[in-house]
């Protein structure tokens, strides 16, 4: 790979990325990082990521949730980003996977009505942020899990979703589409992936993943592709991007398998010792 661009000063351009688990993805790393205040282990030159917990996109205009997303927001805008910096936001996975199919069926309203309600909520704190002066980038709503809790295997973590898969990814995409438009409308910038993250039926691609919800660096070449179009003040250089061959997603799968039987496997001793 290219050395980044540095600026007149020799520093690298930085984007502050600050969101729900999902802004690990660009710490460079297949790992859930620490939440803020403690430091991420950042590898790659262009971001920074401050992890604020399970936060909602909803909520990020209320302060006094069980999650302190707002609070947890505005002290990293206040402590750690320079005046004018770029900073991404990476919130909405959660409300797409848990909460907006299971709050359109208890109020029997349509779920495009619902999505637009959480971003009329999330898109107040979007644009207060740039008010403040920063350039901001609203990162997209990844795909999700492919299965249903409970039936995940066991090698993956049990995440909490409602509905279906293409429920699931179906509320993603409108969130992802009014995103777009409300970027446009008052002036952040727009970073998605999602595209290329499904296949031809919608379904997401577990190989982009590294667990059941979190996207692994196999899906960074893309995203920096996208970067580029959005940010090329950044100086990243051009990337090579890998598609799946079938090869591909039969070893990942194989690998997956791998890891299940040896999780198994450690549990021998403590089983054999119970019954001891």
Not at 12 to 27: A, T
Not at 97 to 125: M, N, S, W
Not at 150 to 163: M, W
């Amino acid at each position: 790979m290219e050395s980044p661009l540095e600026t007149k000063t020799g520093e690298v351009p930085v984007v502050y990325c600050i969101g729900d688990s999902h802004v690990c993805f660009f710490s460079g790393q297949d790992k859930i990082q620490p939440d803020w205040p403690n430091a991420s282990d950042d590898r790659l030159p262009w971001f920074k990521t401050y992890r604020t917990g399970s936060s909602l996109a909803y909520n990020l205009p209320k302060t006094g949730t069980r999650t302190r997303g707002r609070e947890c927001l505005l002290e990293v805008l206040d402590t750690q980003v320079p005046p004018g910096a770029r900073v991404l936001l990476s919130f909405g996975e959660i409300d797409c996977r848990a909460h907006l199919i299971k709050q359109a069926q208890l109020k029997g309203r349509p779920i495009e009505t619902v999505v637009e309600l959480c971003l009329d909520e999330y898109f107040k704190a979007v644009r207060e942020i740039v008010d403040r002066g920063f350039t901001v980038i609203v990162y997209n709503v990844v795909p999700s899990r492919v299965s249903s809790p409970g039936s995940e295997p066991k090698d993956e973590d049990n995440f909490v979703a409602a509905g279906t898969w293409r429920e699931r990814n179906r509320a993603a995409m409108l969130f992802n589409e009014g995103a777009r438009r409300r970027c446009a409308e008052c002036g952040a910038r727009f970073l998605e992936n999602f595209p290329r993250l499904i296949d031809a039926r919608g379904k997401s691609i577990r190989w982009y993943f590294w667990d059941s919800i979190h996207l692994s660096q196999r899906a960074m070449p893309a995203t920096l592709e996208n970067f580029r179009a959005i940010c090329p003040e950044l100086g990243i250089p051009p990337q090579r991007i890998c598609h799946p061959g079938g090869a591909a997603v039969m070893f990942d799968l194989f690998k997956r398998r791998c890891r299940r039987v040896a999780k198994e496997i450690r549990k021998l001793p403590r089983l054999f010792g119970a019954v001891s």
